[in-house]
T-cell receptor
Framework: DQQVKQNSPSLSVQEGRISILNCDYT??????FLWYKKYPAEGPTFLIS?????DKNEDGRFTVFLNKSAKHLSLHIVPSQPGDSAVYFC???????????FGTGTRLKVLA | NAGVMQNPRHLVRRRGQEARLRCSPV?????VYWYRQLPEEGLKFMVY????????ESGMPKERFSAEFPKEGPSILRIQQVVRGDSAAYFC????????????FGNGTRLTVT
């Protein structure tokens, strides 16, 4: 029972263009969402988060959009750089709870 | 200003041996989580601990696996009588709050059971 889904296992984007990574969730109790980046042989690194009271949060080249009615969030990276090539995980947690549920990840490749 | 420290980075065990994975959280963090990542899969929640207490171990197999976070010292994930299916990357994460606070991950321990 996968409550957080990343349906695209991989994505290739040209350097300088926009990368859009998608994530869907099924549990309407989730109200806090995060994106992590992971390089091989390293742990996930926190990128950006969003609370359900917002529909957009921006941090430099990274923007997360939340569509609560569709139970969908996306991460936009613009402009994409070769160093952004990594696996990206979205994660979600419910109100006042501690358990973070992760998606299966999307492998982003930014082509120079 | 150390982050989450895990050791060892790589651990090789024969079937039937015990594996001990250690995790020191970010200084000041009292919430510790263990996640497991199997090849080509996402991160699966195993257990959540606070100092001296296991809060939720619902993601951990009932047999052979145990975790602790003592008052002093690192958190330990212990796997007894390892089997080949235990081969995975085990990540520890810590946070400073109960909820709505990002998890900070260590670089993981890659366990290989031969």
């Amino acid at each position: 029972d996968q409550q957080v889904k990343q349906n695209s296992p991989s994505l290739s984007v040209q350097e300088g263009r926009i990368s859009i990574l998608n994530c869907d969730y099924t549990n309407s109790m989730f109200d806090y969402f995060l994106w992590y980046k992971k390089y091989p042989a390293e742990g996930p690194t926190f990128l950006i988060s969003i609370s359900s009271i917002k529909d957009k949060n921006e941090d430099g080249r990274f923007t997360v959009f939340l569509n609560k009615s569709a139970k969908h969030l996306s991460l936009h990276i613009v402009p994409s750089q070769p160093g952004d090539s990594a696996v990206y995980f979205c994660a979600a947690s419910g109100s006042g709870t501690y358990k973070y549920i992760f998606g299966t990840g999307t492998r982003l490749k930014v082509l120079a | 200003n150390a982050g989450v420290m895990q050791n060892p980075r790589h651990l090789v065990r024969r079937r039937g041996q015990e594996a001990r994975l250690r995790c020191s959280p970010v200084k000041g963090h009292s919430h510790v989580y263990w996640y497991r990542q199997l090849p080509e899969e996402g991160l699966k929640f195993m257990v959540y601990l606070q100092k001296e207490n296991i809060i939720d171990e619902s993601g951990m197999p009932k047999e052979r696996f145990s975790a602790e976070f003592p008052k002093e010292g690192p958190s330990i994930l212990r796997i007894q009588q390892v089997v080949r299916g235990d081969s995975a990357a085990y990540f520890c994460a810590s946070s400073d709050a109960y909820s709505n606070s990002p998890l900070h991950f260590g670089n993981g321990t890659r366990l290989t059971v031969t």
